[in-house]
């Protein structure tokens, strides 16, 4: 497989394993029988967002780092790459939280719906739960996403360079300036065009030879990703993902939201500074003399 396909694929595996995350955590992820006065039970419908309520944060995350990976060099890819890991870590985590303990992943909802509160008391007024297939996709979704981190972690190397060379053309005069009275002559790529022309100045009294450009063709690197905006924009996402890995850790979902934001804000941020000169390739060219 070429470096374009991989990078490609990878791109992909990223984009849809972020999705199918994001889908998995709007669906029903439990039924849960609760307890009620007597002998009643009520059924409760615990969707993703109650059972694991920090897994879009890290979906939306993963879908963010699929647009930092189109643009980003060789070094910034691995690094790109222990965060794909890590936030697929997370994903996985959540889903095989809720899949083992029902009871703890419905305990916001039990709460708000019969008002019993406490840990113990909510494991003990759950008298049944089924999981959905949800949870384990959404586990599924968390394996696939640490595997593409490994992957571009593999395979960064391979992947094509986020710009292409170019050739720059400078032409220089060989003398300060034409004889006056004379119409400068730029040389032609056919000699015998070039031939013609010489032939026509000597007829003229004109001496080709001040007339002459040269041309000089330099290889311009635009570099593998090096740039003030790409490490800017990796720097605010790393401590996007580490802060929102932390909190999603301490369920603490505001702050899981929160570096969300802060992720959006480091792409935004490499984005905007590409395009005013610190990106990849804003290599100038050398201008004649």
Same mark, same amino acid.
């Given at each position: 497989?070429?470096?374009?396909?991989?990078?490609?694929?990878?791109?992909?595996?990223?984009?849809?394993?972020?999705?199918?995350?994001?889908?998995?955590?709007?669906?029903?992820?439990?039924?849960?029988?609760?307890?009620?006065?007597?002998?009643?039970?009520?059924?409760?419908?615990?969707?993703?967002?109650?059972?694991?309520?920090?897994? +879009?944060? !890290?979906?939306?995350?993963?879908?963010?780092?699929?647009?930092?990976?189109?643009?980003?060099?060789?070094?910034?890819?691995?690094?790109?790459?222990?965060?794909?890991?890590? %936030?697929?870590f997370?994903?996985?985590?959540?889903?095989? !939280?809720?899949?083992?303990?029902?009871?703890?992943?419905?305990?916001? !909802?039990?709460?708000?719906?019969?008002?019993?509160?406490?840990?113990?008391?909510?494991?003990?007024? %759950?008298?049944?739960?089924?999981? +959905?297939?949800?949870?384990?996709?959404?586990?599924v979704?968390?394996?696939?996403?640490?595997?593409?981190? %490994?992957?571009?972690?593999?395979?960064?190397?391979?992947?094509?360079?986020?710009?292409?060379?170019?050739?720059?053309?400078?032409?220089?005069?060989?003398?300060?300036?034409?004889?006056?009275?004379?119409?400068?002559?730029?040389?032609?790529?056919?000699?015998?065009?070039?031939?013609?022309?010489?032939?026509?100045?000597?007829?003229?009294?004109?001496?080709?030879?001040? &007339?002459?450009?040269?041309?000089?063709?330099?290889?311009?690197?635009?570099?593998?990703?090096?740039?003030?905006?790409?490490?800017?924009?990796?720097?605010?996402?790393?401590?996007? %993902?580490?802060?929102? +890995?932390?909190?999603?850790?301490?369920?603490?979902?505001?702050?899981?939201?929160?570096?969300?934001a802060?992720?959006?804000?480091?792409?935004?941020?490499?984005?905007?500074?590409?395009?005013?000169?610190?990106?990849?390739?804003?290599? &100038?060219?050398?201008?004649?003399?």
């Amino acid at each position: 497989m070429t470096g374009r396909r991989l990078k490609l694929a990878v791109i992909l595996l990223v984009l849809a394993s972020s999705a199918l995350a994001l889908l998995a955590w709007s669906q029903t992820w439990i039924s849960a029988g609760v307890l009620q006065s007597g002998t009643a039970t009520k059924t409760l419908e615990v969707t993703g967002s109650t059972a694991a309520p920090g897994l +879009t944060a !890290l979906a939306l995350a993963g879908l963010a780092l699929a647009g930092a990976l189109s643009i980003a060099g060789p070094v910034i890819r691995i690094v790109l790459g222990l965060l794909e890991i890590l %936030v697929g870590f997370s994903v996985g985590l959540s889903a095989a !939280l809720a899949i083992g303990d029902p009871a703890a992943a419905s305990a916001a !909802l039990v709460t708000a719906a019969t008002g019993i509160a406490g840990k113990d008391s909510v494991t003990d007024g %759950v008298v049944a739960s089924v999981s +959905t297939p949800w949870p384990y996709l959404a586990l599924v979704a968390g394996i696939l996403m640490s595997a593409a981190g %490994v992957l571009i972690w593999a395979t960064a190397r391979r992947w094509p360079r986020p710009g292409a060379r170019y050739q720059s053309v400078r032409f220089e005069a060989a003398d300060a300036a034409a004889p006056t009275g004379q119409t400068p002559a730029v040389s032609s790529a056919d000699p015998s065009s070039d031939a013609v022309d010489d032939w026509d100045g000597l007829t003229r009294g004109e001496d080709s030879t001040h &007339k002459r450009r040269s041309m000089s063709f330099e290889s311009v690197d635009p570099g593998e990703g090096h740039s003030i905006a790409a490490w800017t924009a990796v720097t605010i996402m790393l401590v996007a %993902v580490t802060i929102g +890995t932390v909190a999603f850790f301490l369920a603490m979902v505001w702050l899981v939201w929160a570096s969300a934001a802060l992720l959006v804000v480091g792409v935004a941020t490499g984005w905007v500074l590409s395009k005013v000169g610190y990106g990849v390739g804003d290599v &100038k060219p050398h201008e004649g003399h």
